[in-house]
Nanobody, 126 residues
């Protein structure tokens, strides 16, 4: 059974940091790019970041570039999203997703991903 479990969300004050984790199981993790998405109340889902299967390349939405960093530990089947300098507008449910169609050093934040996990709520107070 494929599982993606995002965790690490919570309540934070603006300017501080949170680190999200995405633990994967049930598929060959090393073959999959991982994307992070978020959805705020009343807004469309937004692609935040992605990391290629090897971890060699990462991509970010303009809204988080310079503040968020995605990384992965293939030995632990886990991807991380370090979120620094949090803003109130980062408040959303954050999801991780996986897809094997992104090959080489390319993935697309906001693109199509096959497997999805349950989200974790991030609330940033200003």
């Amino acid at each position: 059974e494929v599982q993606l479990q995002a965790s690490g969300g919570g309540l934070a004050q603006a300017g501080v940091y949170l680190r999200l984790s995405c633990a994967a199981s049930g598929f060959t993790f090393d073959d999959y790019a991982i994307g992070w998405f978020r959805q705020a109340p009343g807004k469309e889902r937004e692609g935040v970041s992605c990391i290629t299967s090897s971890g060699g390349s990462t991509y970010y939405a303009d809204s988080v570039k310079g503040r968020f960093t995605v990384s992965r530990d293939n030995a632990k089947n886990t991807v991380y999203l370090q979120m620094n300098s949090l803003k109130a507008e980062d408040t959303a449910v954050y999801y991780c997703a996986a897809d094997s169609s992104y090959s080489g050093d390319w993935c697309l934040p906001g693109g199509w991903y096959h497997y999805w996990g349950q989200g974790t709520q991030v609330t940033v107070s200003s």
